[in-house]
């Protein structure tokens, strides 16, 4: 297969793919579609909760698949020992976070689900960081912990009805709306000062830890958290990890570390992910869970590397051409790149040579430097 005729997302897919798969993660295939009662009974852990549905001919409301990860916990089994290593390269049907409209979206990730040791957490932020260097070498793996978020938003004393409001404050680092919210809420003011004093603690994981420490923060996570980052940065991505407590999922289904993965020239998450023992929880689950997604929808918009050309050779040719030596023309043109026949220059077309066949001969008009 010649990889430089892919597109800049099959490529991604491709390395990400081997990656995955030397780690002994196993490929897992799906249907285009579920019961809609799926997503319905968990739309609060889906990125969008816009699904399209449609009712099948035995009269079932089904939808076209949101999510994958749903997908793989419904349809594998607990274990007494060891994990379910899978990855997946699906295409999922949801609102893109470049384009706001339905899209789909092709999406590639992992998940562990079994008995999830502290190797296995370790093992996917490892992944999760070689995934973000396989997009690009500018990258941030940004790492958080939602028990230390918990106690925090539990320390406010507030209701059920607030959390989700606060959670979404937390994630957007809006200060004044936090504070606004827990003081209608009837929030203790020195539980809201540490609150925001934890959101404003970000940064590399020599600094933030020993800070997080001072505030009060559960001593067992932050022990994980450490003993995450040393290995993280034992194994070379130390220059690439921060703590920052605005990465947030639902504390409804997410538990322990959480993490969001970013890409210079991007303007969101590339890849989110996170343990998720909560969902499998409310799936009726024992075994527990962590994995993540790399949304290829967001790398539109970034390359990688600079595409200047949508063809190597335009060569051009006119009614005179005869159809064999055209061919032969195309065909000694592509040893050195990909090529283009055409009557005429299409609108937009962006080439690096022009050429122009001439009975049996290719004469060249403009060469790009």
């Given at each position: ?171 957007g680092k809006n200060m004044h ?182 009975g049996n001969e290719v004469e ?6």
């Amino acid at each position: 297969m010649d990889m430089p005729t892919l597109q800049y997302e099959e490529r991604i897919v491709f390395a990400l793919r081997d990656l995955y798969s030397r780690f002994g993660y196993l490929p897992f295939r799906m249907s285009k579609f579920e019961e809609y009662d799926l997503y319905a009974r968990n739309k609060d852990f889906l990125v969008s909760d816009n699904v399209i549905t449609f009712t099948d001919t035995n009269g079932k409301l089904m939808a076209l698949k949101p999510d994958v990860t749903l997908s793989i916990v419904r349809s594998t089994r607990d274990t007494e020992a060891g994990v379910h290593k899978l990855y997946y390269n699906e295409n999922v049907y949801r609102v893109s976070g470049s384009t706001r409209s339905f899209r789909e979206i092709m999406q590639t990730g992992l998940e562990c689900i079994g008995h999830v040791d502290d190797y296995c957490i370790l093992e996917v932020l490892m992944l999760a960081a070689e995934s973000l260097r396989a997009i690009s070498d500018e990258c941030v793996l940004d790492l958080s912990h939602m028990d230390v978020v918990s106690a925090m938003v539990d320390a406010l004393g507030v209701g059920a009805a607030q959390r989700g409001a606060i959670l979404k404050c937390i994630g957007g680092k809006n200060m004044h709306e936090l504070a606004a919210l827990c003081a209608s809420a009837g929030a203790a003011p020195e539980a809201v000062a540490r609150l925001q004093a934890l959101i404003r603690t970000a940064g590399r994981p020599e600094t933030v830890l020993p800070a997080l420490a001072e505030l009060g923060c559960p001593a067992a996570a932050l022990e994980k958290l450490t003993a995450l980052t040393d290995g993280l940065t034992e194994m070379g991505f130390g220059d690439m990890l921060r703590i920052d407590f605005s990465v947030v999922n639902d504390m409804d289904y997410y538990n322990g570390v959480v993490f969001k993965g970013f890409v210079a020239g991007v303007p969101g998450s590339v890849i989110s992910g996170g343990q998720y023992d909560k969902l499998m929880s409310r799936m009726g689950r024992r075994a527990g869970a962590v994995g993540f997604a790399v949304y290829l929808d967001m790398l539109e918009r970034f390359s990688g590397e600079s595409a200047e050309y949508d063809v190597d050779t335009l060569l051009l040719y006119d009614e005179t051409a005869a159809p064999a030596a055209l061919l032969r023309a195309v065909k000694q043109l592509a040893r050195d790149g990909n090529v283009m026949a055409q009557c005429a220059v299409p609108e937009k077309l962006k080439y690096r040579r022009l050429a122009r066949l001439r009975g049996n001969e290719v004469e060249y008009v403009e060469q790009i430097s």
